[in-house]
T-cell receptor
Framework: EDQVTQSPEALRLQEGESSSLNCSYT??????LFWYRQDPGKGPEFLFT???AGEEKEKERLKATLTKKESFLHITAPKPEDSATYLC????????????FGAGTRLFVKA | DAGVTQSPTHLIKTRGQQVTLRCSPK?????VSWYQQALGQGPQFIFQ???????QRGNFPDRFSGHQFPNYSSELNVNALLLGDSALYLC????????????FGDGTRLSIL
C-alpha cells in the first residue's frame, strides 16, 4: 500500500535556527512528490514538485530534496512568518493520478 | 487571475441531512479533485473529475458523490451525514490529468451536530 509519513509531527525553532523536515514514502513507482504549506483556516499552498531522485528545488529560505525513499524540506534561518503546517504528498504509478498526503509537520518559529 | 473558489465557507448540518458544496477551479484549469481534511490530519482524496466524469475515487462510501459542469466547476454531495463527516472539505484544480501540482481553495468547514 502506498504510504507517506512525515516527521517530526511538530517542530519548534528559534528565529534563525535552521532545520529539516522529513517525508518518507513507500510507493510502487513515483510519479511526483509535492510540498505544500498550509496556514490555519486556509487551503494548502503549493511550494515544490520533485520528480526524480537527486532533484532539488529552492525558493527563498526553503530547499526541497528527493531520494528514492524520502524527501527533505530544509529551512534556512527561518522567520516567524514561516510558521505553518508543511504537507508532503505523492502520486504513485499504482494510484493513477490521485494524490496521497502525509499528516504534515507543524512548524513554530519564535522571534 | 482568480484562484480556486469554494462556497460556502462554513456550514452546520445535523445527522442524516444532505449537503452540497461548490467549487470553481482556477482560470485555465479543467480538472477538479475533492479532499476531506480532519483536524490535525493531511487531506484525504475523495475523487477527481475531468471532462464531466469521475476519473478516480479514494476510499469513501457512495454517500459521497459529485458532479462536474461544462464550465469545469464542480459540486460535492454528501448524503445521510454522520458525525464523522465533520471536516474541512478542500477542492483542488489542475490542468488535465497529470502529475502536475494542484491548486487548492480555502475549503468549506462542515460541522455535523
Amino acid at each position: 500500500e502506498d504510504q507517506v509519513t512525515q516527521s517530526p509531527e511538530a517542530l519548534r525553532l528559534q528565529e534563525g535556527e535552521s532545520s529539516s523536515l522529513n517525508c518518507s514514502y513507500t510507493v510502487s513507482g513515483l510519479r511526483g512528490l509535492f510540498w505544500y504549506r498550509q496556514d490555519p483556516g486556509k487551503g494548502p499552498e503549493f511550494l515544490f514538485t520533485l520528480y526524480s531522485a537527486g532533484e532539488e528545488k529552492e525558493k527563498e529560505r526553503l530547499k526541497a530534496t528527493l531520494t528514492k525513499k524520502e524527501s527533505f524540506l530544509h529551512i534556512t534561518a527561518p522567520k516567524p512568518e514561516d510558521s505553518a503546517t508543511y504537507l508532503c504528498a505523492v502520486q504513485a504509478n499504482t494510484g493513477g493520478f490521485k494524490t496521497i498526503f502525509g499528516a504534515g509537520t507543524r512548524l513554530f518559529v519564535k522571534a | 487571475d482568480a484562484g480556486v473558489t469554494q462556497s460556502p465557507t462554513h456550514l452546520i448540518k445535523t445527522r442524516g441531512q444532505q449537503v452540497t458544496l461548490r467549487c470553481s477551479p482556477k482560470s485555465g484549469h479543467d480538472t477538479v479533485s475533492w479532499y476531506q481534511q480532519a483536524l490535525g490530519q493531511g487531506p484525504q482524496f475523495i475523487f477527481q473529475y475531468y471532462e464531466e466524469e469521475e476519473r478516480q475515487r479514494g476510499n469513501f462510501p457512495d454517500r459521497f458523490s459529485g458532479h462536474q459542469f461544462p464550465n469545469y466547476s464542480s459540486e460535492l454531495n454528501v448524503n445521510a451525514l454522520l458525525l464523522g463527516d465533520s471536516a474541512l472539505y478542500l477542492c483542488a484544480s489542475s490542468s488535465g490529468i497529470s502529475n502536475q501540482p494542484q491548486h487548492f481553495g480555502d475549503g468549506t468547514r462542515l460541522s455535523i451536530l
